[in-house]
């Protein structure tokens, strides 16, 4: 499978933003799909996480109760809203996939564990 994502933009705070990771395959399904926040100079850090399952969905607690991650496995599609988007959430915006099955080396937070990884798309939050 192969990912792009799209949708990043320059915005103020407390604006609203939808990322989309858009999928190529027919197998799409059956990735598990997570989202990457890379800032300059900093390492990439976990922001949701997407079971090909459609259960309940991961954030990471400085995200919790303003982004929401979804899929449309028919439009081989996964989207992140953010809401109230703050400063801090500047960065370029990675979506990256995992087939589900396979062994497991890292957990799903880390970056490590995904083989396959979108161009990324940049969120700049300023006032």
């Known amino acids: 499978v192969q990912l792009q994502a799209s949708g990043g933009g320059l915005v103020q705070p407390g604006a609203s933003l939808r990322l989309s990771c858009a999928a190529s395959?027919?197998?799409?399904?059956?990735?598990?799909v997570a989202w990457f926040r890379q800032a300059p100079g900093k390492e990439r850090i976990f922001v949701a996480y997407?079971?090909?399952?459609?259960?309940?969905?991961s954030y990471a607690d400085s995200v919790k109760g303003r982004f929401a991650t979804s899929r449309n496995n028919a439009d081989n599609t996964v989207y992140l809203q953010m809401n109230n988007l703050k400063f801090e959430d500047s960065g370029v915006y990675y979506c990256?996939?995992?087939?589900?099955?396979?062994?497991?080396?890292?957990?799903?937070?880390?970056?490590?564990?995904?083989?396959?990884w979108g161009q990324g798309t940049l969120v700049t939050v300023s006032s």
């Open positions: 990256a996939a995992k087939r589900a099955f396979t062994p497991v080396r890292y957990t799903y937070t880390d970056a490590r564990e995904y083989d396959t």
């Open positions: 997407n079971r090909r399952s459609g259960g309940s969905p």
């Open positions: 395959g027919r197998t799409f399904s059956s990735y598990n």
